[in-house]
């Protein structure tokens, strides 16, 4: 597999206060906050030191952190592996015991490309990005 972290993504309740603190600790905002109709949440994404953070709350109450929220409040919850060979390194994961939260869907704050969430029992949550098409 050639995975490399693309971003650790954070569970927040309300995106504006949580740039604040982050920006206090020197991140800055290198995407604006971007609504993903599919999953009903606003994303941010920010940056220091070379690592990407992506902020990401609920729109509504059906979105799909809105249980998450509930259960583990503010927290990173899941980190981001891009990949430039996504379907067999998808098959890999599942063929390791990754188990598939949902299918691959187009990522809106993420130029639509696509991404899948998959868990492990014993490591919990990790987004798979598809960056195949990057320098097509
Ligand atoms: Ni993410």
Redesign the pocket.
């Known amino acids: 597999m050639t995975l490399k972290v ?4 954070y569970l927040v309740k309300k995106t504006e206060a949580a740039i604040l603190s982050f920006q206090a600790l020197g991140y800055r905002v290198t995407r604006e906050t971007v609504y993903d109709d599919i999953r009903k949440v606003n ?1 941010c994404f920010l940056e220091k030191d070379n690592y990407r953070i ?1 902020l ?1 709350s609920p729109a509504s109450e059906d979105s799909v952190v809105s249980g998450l929220l509930k259960k583990y409040k503010n927290c990173p919850y ?1 980190i ?1 592996y891009e990949t430039s060979s996504f379907d067999e390194d998808y098959q890999t994961l599942l063929a390791n015991g990754f188990l598939s939260i949902d299918t691959p869907t187009p ?1 809106p ?2 130029r639509d490309r696509n ?1 899948v ?1 998959l868990t492990s029992a014993s490591m919990g949550m990790i ?1 798979l ?1 598809d960056v195949s098409q990057d320098s097509r």
């Open positions: 693309h971003h650790i993504g994303i992506e990401v899941h981001c990522a704050a993420l991404v969430f987004e990005l």
